[in-house]
């Protein structure tokens, strides 16, 4: 059973900075692309940042430049390093997990989430 666990939230005030983690059990992060996705209330889910299984980065405009993504597949755990937070960036923060290019057939996965408050 695939379980994506985060860490790291909390309350911040503005222009602070967060460590994301996602800690993965029951598959390799090795065969997975990987992503942090947010959604704030009553808004949709949407990509914050991925990072395929070659290393290769994707960012949402809005955090290039203060967020990173990256994984130790070592540990099995994927980071996201949130600089110079907003307010509007207040939401829940997911991992996902998704395998499907190396193993065809399989799942992508979700975490339960972490929450980022961003006020003063």
């Known amino acids: 059973q695939v379980q994506l666990v985060e860490s790291g939230g909390g309350l911040v005030q503005p222009g602070g900075s967060l460590r994301l983690s996602c800690l993965a059990s029951?598959?390799?992060?090795?065969?997975?692309?990987m992503g942090w996705y947010r959604q704030a209330p009553g808004k949709q889910r949407e990509l914050v940042a991925s990072?395929?299984?070659?290393?290769?980065?994707n960012y949402a405009d809005s955090v290039k430049g203060r967020f990173t993504i990256s994984r130790d597949n070592a540990k099995n755990t994927v980071y996201l390093q949130m600089n110079s937070l907003k307010p509007e960036e207040t939401a829940v923060y997911y991992c996902?997990?998704?395998?499907?290019?190396?193993?065809?057939?399989?799942?992508?996965?979700w975490g339960q989430g972490t929450q980022v408050t961003v006020s003063s």
């Open positions: 029951g598959t390799m992060i090795s065969i997975c692309d």
């Open positions: 990072i395929r299984i070659g290393g290769r980065t």
């Open positions: 996902h997990a998704d395998r499907r290019r190396m193993i065809p057939g399989t799942n992508a996965y």
